[in-house]
DNA sequence: GCCGCTTTTGTAAGCGCTTACAAGGGGGAA
DNA sequence: TTCCCCCTTGTAAGCGCTTACAAAAGCGGC
């Protein structure tokens, strides 16, 4: 592979090693010197080993990256986002799939840590970090997106939720809606979508007109939303992701329901096709890239020694035409 | 970091280091030794340095993947194929995007061969295979995802394009459309695809009512099928992805055409929403997950000094409701 | 012209691991 | 019992790089 190595540059500009290597890494050496080395390395095309200069210094500028499912579209957002500030200071990264299989976590965490990242990205559920600080005796400095850890002073990223879905909710009632269903996603940003839209309700003292699980699919929308149809009683729903939303679409479609005449319907994450829906599908947008700049930062910042602070970032509402003034109920 | 060396289990077992390392790696030990070693390092919480390991052994157990945009909804399953069977085999993998910027990818490359990477896939667009050779002296064992170069000798895998979009015309033909338009993309899968869907035609004795450049977004579909529909005289388009797909929805929507009754579509990808759109889509599911699974293998086997064959990857035609019977002409 | 100081450069010791090579030990054949 | 061979283990030399430490070289001030 990588041929070339230090020696022979060192050799080729008739320096010793260790003026190759301060030449190189911006070490004290004569200017005349550093560029003749670096002329002359670059003539010969040497590329540094990383691995020898990981194992030479300790540090391996890379940092690892688990998260539970790289098939979301929004992951990809907030991977860039930790791209373009970790290469820029120099940082590779290796990102892996842990699919919410705790064993499987554990097992990247391992893996990662053989190769010496001096930071960890943990996005989304996954162990404890209590549990992880147990199992593993030493670990790099840890930045959490979309995870608990704010309580054992890890620097954390999220996603205002809770507020989003207030603010989603209170949409709804102000275009006069009072009888409002939910359609509950798995895991902690389904209990706190569902915690928004409920105090929501609370505060204009109202009871949800009906709350149904669904598990963040298409497939699971619809279900939950012919459930909810098939009894009735409410005039929008309130879906906690895009994709149930489309769902609901579809069920709302089959039973002979008109969105948004006779149903209006909100979702979250704002997804590329939601504004394309007929009706566009007024919805949640997520900072995405923002999150993944932000914890990428983070880690910027405890590799200096500092303490980044953790952070909520807001999601922006997007009204489309998905959502009218009351109109019969459903 | 890893604090527990090789030394401190070899010394806690009363061997030496060599012993300890053939221990782990399953060389030539007693079966006694073999077993004290592995619980001492058990014990110990010994994890080998991987950046030592490649050193030593001039090899990394590191694939490079390089993708030009890791938004896209289908590179998620196809990098998970590939991760299913390269971390079966023990080896990580390190994914960058390269944005479609040459300057960019060849950053990338620079990094992944200086962390000394065994095998590189690159996906989608990019530097041609001989560029590559020429500006990078030394390069590992190539696999190439949707990207030219078979013609080079590196093994690549695509889908079939050409043959897919045939296939969904046809179905459009023997649905009795006969007037059938396009929507086409970007870059060598556009024309791909754009290819079958003349070829459908030219068999069947007809013209293209219309072709129309979009760039694989909702927006450019939505744009291009606006233009489309102004002029009229086709009963059904064709185009080149379900994103695109959708905004041809919205634009009939928009000019009261009815899909299916006036318009018949047919997307390209499969993806989650489109099965659930009104009406669903009919469209070309994808092999990505598959994609990513065969160019793993091709990895591992090259890294085994074999040469494996190259291969193009077939699409279902999934049928479903976008499609009609010939209807009045919009 | 000599001294002490500040650059600039070289020497060599690792970083943690693998692996040729050699040595030690034990068993079977003679 | 002796010899040979094979199995098991140890010694030590790197892999390519960084970095103390020391030596060399250049400088101004006296």
Redesign the interface.
């Known amino acids: 592979?990588?041929?070339v190595t230090i020696y022979e540059v060192a050799q080729a500009a008739g320096v010793s090693v260790a003026t190759v290597s301060r030449a190189l890494n911006g070490g004290p050496v004569a200017p005349a010197t550093r560029e003749r080395v670096l002329e002359v390395a670059r003539r010969l095309?040497y590329?540094?080993?990383?691995?020898?200069q990981?194992?030479a210094t300790?540090r391996?500028r890379t940092v690892g990256v688990v998260i539970p499912?790289?098939?979301?579209?929004l992951?990809?957002?907030m991977?860039?986002g930790l791209?373009d500030v970790l290469?820029a200071a120099g940082f590779?990264?290796?990102?892996?799939?842990s699919r919410r299989d705790p064993g499987r976590e554990a097992a990247l965490l391992?893996?990662m840590?053989?190769?010496?990242v001096e930071a960890l990205v943990l996005v989304g559920s996954g162990l404890p970090v209590e549990a992880l600080r147990a199992r593993f005796?030493?670990l790099?400095p840890l930045v959490l997106i979309e995870r608990e850890g704010a309580a054992a002073g890890v620097p954390t990223y999220q996603i205002e939720n809770e507020a989003a879905a207030y603010r989603a909710t209170r949409a709804l009632l102000s275009a006069g809606h009072t009888k409002i269903a939910h359609i509950k996603g798995l895991r902690r940003a389904g209990r706190e979508r569902e915690a928004g839209f409920l105090r929501a309700l609370a505060e204009a003292g109202l009871e949800p007109a009906a709350v149904a699980a669904g598990d963040f699919?298409?497939e699971g929308g619809?279900r939950a939303a012919r459930a909810l149809l098939a009894r009735g009683g409410f005039t929008a729903i309130f879906a906690a992701n895009d994709?149930m939303a489309?769902?609901v679409?579809?069920a709302a479609?089959e039973a002979g329901h008109k969105i948004p005449e006779d149903l209006s319907v909100v979702g979250f994450d704002d997804l590329?096709?939601s504004?394309?829906?007929?009706p566009p599908l007024s919805t949640l947008r997520q900072p995405a890239y923002e999150l993944g700049r932000r914890a990428g930062e983070a880690v910027l910042s405890m590799l200096g020694g500092k303490t980044p602070e953790s952070a909520v970032l807001p999601c922006a509402y997007v009204a489309r035409a998905s959502v009218a003034r009351k109109g019969g109920a459903v």
Do not use: C, H, N, V
């Open positions: 592979m990588g041929r095309g590329r540094p080993d990383r691995l020898a990981g194992l300790g391996s499912d790289a098939t979301g579209p992951y990809g957002q991977q860039r791209a290469t590779g990264y290796i990102a892996t799939e391992d893996e840590l053989a190769r010496k005796s030493t790099p699919t298409e619809y994709r489309l769902g679409y579809r479609f590329a096709f504004a394309y829906l007929t």
